[in-house]
């Protein structure tokens, strides 16, 4: 399944990006209290830097997926490729559940817009192999791959826009 997403925040684009990159548990913190992310390491190589966060959402499982996935919340862990000379980002996410099973990846591009503000395009996509679902029945697979990505983008393109907004917010605050 396809994820799309465009933002667009007034700020310069150097200023947005580096936000992104340099402040995201501040910015998360601005944000409704749905989502706890704690940075596991970050790295610096010339222009390109590299972070990994493990991410724990307090919203509750679906309950059709409780008993599959045993757990009361979702996770994950998100590892990202900060590139300064082109404005982008290269992101991966590892869910604590189906790990072997669920691909999740995707790109950032940071544009300059009007008016000296940024575009902020997401593209990338969800997918859940219904082979690799082990410990579900052969002839359920499908149907609940499809019903998990279905749900997970649901959730994903909304905490992209809610992330747009809560950076904005962080610039305001600090001009």
Known sequence: MKLSSDIKIPFPRPLVFNTY???????????????????????VEGDTVYTVYDWESSEEVPALFEDILKYDKLRWTESNTWHQQDFT?????????????????????????QNNNTLIQTRGEIE??????????????SQLANVF??????????????????VQKYLEKHK
């Open 21 to 43: 990159r340099d402040r995201l548990i501040e910015v998360v913190n601005l944000l409704p209290p749905k989502n706890k992310v704690k940075l596991v390491s970050r790295r």
């Open 89 to 113: 980002l290269d992101w991966n996410i590892k869910t604590q559940a189906f790990t072997e099973a669920f691909q999740c990846s995707g790109k950032n591009t940071f544009l300059e817009a």
């Open 128 to 141: 859940l192999d219904p082979d690799k679902l082990e410990g579900i029945p052969v002839f359920l697979r």
């Open 149 to 166: 990505e279905e749900v997970l983008a649901k959730k994903l393109e909304p905490n992209l826009i809610d992330m747009g907004k809560a």
